[in-house]
């Protein structure tokens, strides 16, 4: 069974500093690029980072570059977004999806084939 379980999210002030996790299951880690992904209230969901634990390869939305840092534990088959500097306006429900390496379209959710259930990220002024 696929199992994507993203955990993490919280309540911080802007400023602040959250790490989230993706602890993947069910599948060739290797094959996969796991992406994190966000929606907030009445916007289109957004492509923010994703990671490709074969090569290391990463992408970032320009709105999270310099603040935010993906990384993956292969042995534990775990990404984790490291996300500082935080804003209000990175409020949003923040998913992990995974998507074989060659079938994804990076900043997008074409090709991804499994999805995880949201963490809530809330930022406070």
């Known amino acids: 069974e696929v199992q994507l379980v993203a955990s993490g999210g919280g309540l911080v002030q802007a400023g602040g500093s959250l790490r989230l996790s993706c602890a993947a299951s069910?599948?060739?880690?290797?094959?996969?690029?796991i992406g994190w992904f966000r929606r907030a209230p009445g916007k289109e969901r957004e492509g923010v980072s994703c990671?490709?634990?074969?090569?290391?390869?990463?992408y970032y939305a320009d709105s999270v570059k310099g603040r935010f840092t993906i990384s993956s534990d292969n042995a534990k088959n775990t990404v984790y977004l490291q996300m500082n500097d935080l804003k209000p306006e990175d409020t949003a429900v923040y998913y992990c999806?995974?998507?074989?390496?060659?079938?994804?379209?990076?900043?997008?959710?074409?090709?991804?084939?499994?999805w995880g259930q949201g963490t809530q990220v809330t930022i406070s002024s």
């Open positions: 069910g599948f060739t880690f290797d094959d996969y690029t």
């Open positions: 990671l490709s634990s074969k090569d290391g390869s990463t």
């Open positions: 999806a995974a998507g074989l390496r060659w079938a994804i379209i990076r900043g997008t959710g074409l090709g991804y084939r499994y």
